[in-house]
């Protein structure tokens, strides 16, 4: 009678152990994971801005980038922009409403750009991650609208690639108008301070001290800090939260840091005072449209120097209007959104993606188009693309709160050479826009084509984070990465290949402009389009995948998590439902792709790189070496409080762990399975 009791006891605990099983294993995700193989340590901090100093409607931007990029070689084996570790990574920082001490100006945008060294990428003994160096900061003459990078870098006259600039549009309230005004930095121009060294030997000792000091209690060391930065442009330790009332200060204009770097800018005023709801820059030319405006759209071109720098106000501007409109352009129950592409006739012609929503009656439709013109300004071309729509009730009244935002948020967008990518959050679609030429057989004319393709991204959607926050495509346009709100990565590929390399050299002949420097004898783009349901090898399929560990503390920036370490002991459960609440940690994400023989040198002791080290992977998915002269291709993170996260692609593998990271995920469903085979082992034990 006991054996048989043991047994049903044992058969009942082992009928809810298969069960668990089984629902482990088909939930298994079958896509690779990418290793994590670099977490900043704790201590690695920027220090956060005082929320006292920040208006109740301020915005951070945030920005990647590398200090440099590698000369292109002049064979068609290197990917394009292959970065100089030498030169570092830059971490811009844009506050939109900084508030100030000056009577006239009460809000300010407020521009942060630090340096890292990225030497402790080539695994040197002794090299480790440095803290962000701040290199200036910049105090914009008011609030910040907008802010646009365009990472384009066309082609210049001479064959070398035009400079990165970031567009940063703020406006100047004065009595009843408002003047609208664009501040565009030349990332490429980092340069010392012209003053520098003769403000440095003003200073003397006290800028060493104040650089230095943990704190400033002294009112005579304030007085000092703001006096070095408002007179001789020397920042105070940006690390001590006194640095924020030096920069609210009523003279304070903008300071360097113990470099002396800073960026040349070109400041270019927009015309009228209508408010501006869409801007982006792209080369030369700067796109915006207003609200209530009688056309679409307005474009003004911008004069530049051989090497693409912008010269802002100093040149002659000229200024193109769009297409008129029947209906003014309103931001209310309605969505919009405009980006140029790459113009079939560059700077006689604009090629425009358009995006539309609105609302009519009880349905959102939304709809993309290409827009172009033949002559600057005059006749212009509208041809629609695609068109969704999406029930929700009268006045939204069918929605959630939470869908409602994913309805009125604008998309994700990033764009590189020839390609730009948009990921719009309420109809779940990835939307590709490739520029590629091609020449019919015995004939000299060539056409430009926009390949227009769409993809809905798998995973993204059914997993607990459903809407990504942060996207960054690489510089090939081959590879494509999102972020969710709980920091999961997701790495999409548009081609089939055991190697991150592989693909980098499938998509060769639209991702270097050198290869297609063709001007178009057509006078219009053709646009390629597939239809409902059909996928080619130009849509985005997942390729890896990365997620925190389930074991997750609240947030990023309260645990150190390293390959060897993936389950440290100060992180504890977090309920779902919980985690759901927090806002994502990750800032923003950025592609690199490094140079394996660069990382060698920075190596200098013969010790093996963090990156661009194959070794470490799978035989099996090994890059077949002969086929290009590749590079480390890997994915960086930064998290709201500068802390880095740095994944290399080629070095994945599949997550061997199926069972415990299902019941983490769902301990609500386990408990409850529990709580039933308990009670049923009970029940067999006191009716035995």
């Known amino acids: 009678m006991r054996y048989g009791l043991r047994t049903r006891q044992a058969l009942l605990v082992a009928v809810g152990a298969a069960y668990v099983f089984v629902l482990a294993w088909f939930n298994r995700q079958p896509i690779p994971t990418t290793t994590l193989v670099h977490e900043s340590d704790s201590g690695l901090k920027l220090r956060q801005t005082q929320e006292e100093h920040l208006a109740s409607g301020s915005r951070d931007f945030n920005w990647l980038e590398p200090g440099r990029y590698l000369p292109d070689n002049t064979t068609e084996n290197q990917p394009p922009g292959v ?3 030498e030169a570092g990574l830059l971490h811009i920082r844009l506050h939109s409403e900084y508030r100030t001490a000056k009577p006239d100006v009460p809000l300010a945008g407020l521009v942060k750009v630090y340096r890292k060294s990225l030497q402790f990428m080539g695994g040197a003994k002794g090299s480790h991650e440095q803290q962000w160096e701040l290199l200036f900061v910049d105090r914009l003459p008011g609030p910040v609208k907008l802010a646009h990078l365009d990472r384009s870098r066309g082609r210049n006259t001479d064959g070398t690639n035009a400079p ?6 703020y406006y100047m309230p004065a009595n009843e108008t408002v003047a609208f005004r664009t501040r565009i930095y030349d990332l490429e121009s980092l340069h010392k301070s012209p003053a520098f060294d003769s403000a440095v030997e003003a200073a003397g000792s006290a ?29 105070p330790n940006d690390n001590i939260a006194f640095a924020d009332k030096v920069y609210s200060g009523s003279r304070f204009g903008g300071c360097v840091g113990a470099s002396g770097l800073q960026m040349s800018y070109a400041d270019v005023a927009l015309p009228g005072t209508l408010d501006v709801v869409e801007f982006s820059l792209r080369g030369r030319t700067l796109m915006y449209s207003r609200l209530n405006d009688m056309v679409r759209f307005r474009m003004l071109l911008l004069a530049a120097a051989q090497n693409g720098t912008l010269l802002g106000d100093s040149a002659p501007i000229v200024q193109t209007k769009g297409p008129e409109v029947t209906e003014y352009l309103r931001d209310i129950g309605r969505q919009s959104f405009l980006m140029q592409l790459h113009s079939t006739r560059p700077e006689n012609g604009v090629d425009l993606f358009l995006v539309d929503g609105d609302t009519v ?59 730009s990518v948009f990921y719009f959050k309420a109809t779940d679609i990835i939307v590709t826009v490739d520029t590629e030429w091609f020449r019919d057989h015995d004939s000299s004319n060539i056409t430009q084509l926009q390949r227009v393709r769409e993809s809905r991204p798998p995973y993204i959607s059914t997993l607990n984070s459903p809407v990504a926050v942060n996207m960054t495509l690489d510089d090939s346009g081959a590879l494509l990465a999102m972020s969710t709100v709980d920091d999961e990565l997701f790495v999409f590929s548009r ?14 002949y639209f991702r270097l402009p050198r290869l297609v420097p063709w001007a178009a004898t057509e006078p ?46 100060t992180q504890r459960l977090i309920a779902r439902a919980q985690q759901q609440q927090q806002q994502p940690t990750t800032s ?50 930064l998290s709201t409080v500068g802390r880095m996260r740095v994944w290399e692609l080629d070095n994945r593998r599949q997550s061997p762990h199926i069972l415990w990271p299902f019941i983490t995920e769902h301990w609500g469903l386990m408990f409850m399975l529990a709580v039933a085979v308990s009670c049923c082992v009970y029940n067999e034990r006191r009716w035995g």
């Open 361 to 419: 009656g009880d349905t959102f439709f939304f709809s993309f188009s290409l827009m172009q013109n033949t002559t600057l300004g005059d006749k212009w071309s509208h041809d629609d693309i695609k068109r969704y729509r999406l029930p929700v009730h009268q006045q939204f009244s069918g929605l959630s709160r939470d869908e409602l935002r994913l309805v009125n948020d604008p998309p994700l967008v990033d764009n590189a050479g020839l390609t």
């Open 83 to 85: 970065i100089d570790v």
């Open 495 to 508: 081609a089939h290949s055991s190697s991150i390399r592989h693909i980098l050299d499938y998509r060769r």
């Open 207 to 235: 800028w060493d001290e104040l650089r230095t000091a943990s704190k400033i209690d002294d009112k005579a060391a304030k007085l000092s800090a703001v006096r070095l930065a408002c007179d001789l442009k020397l920042c």
């Open 524 to 569: 219009v783009s053709s646009v390629d389009t597939l239809d409902d349901g059909e996928t080619d090898i130009f849509n985005w399929h997942l390729a890896l995948a990365w997620q925190p560990s389930t074991l997750m503390v609240v947030n990023w920036e309260d645990s150190f998590i390293s390959p060897d370490n993936p389950f440290p002991t």
């Open 164 to 169: 990165r600039h970031l567009a940063v549009l």
């Open 588 to 637: 923003c994400l950025r592609f690199l792709h490094l140079d394996p023989s660069q990382l060698a040198r920075l190596s200098g002791d013969g010790s093996r790189p963090m990156l661009g080290s194959t070794s470490r992977a799978a035989p099996s998915q090994l890059p077949d070496t002969n086929s290009i002269t590749s590079s480390a291709v890997c994915v960086v993170a």
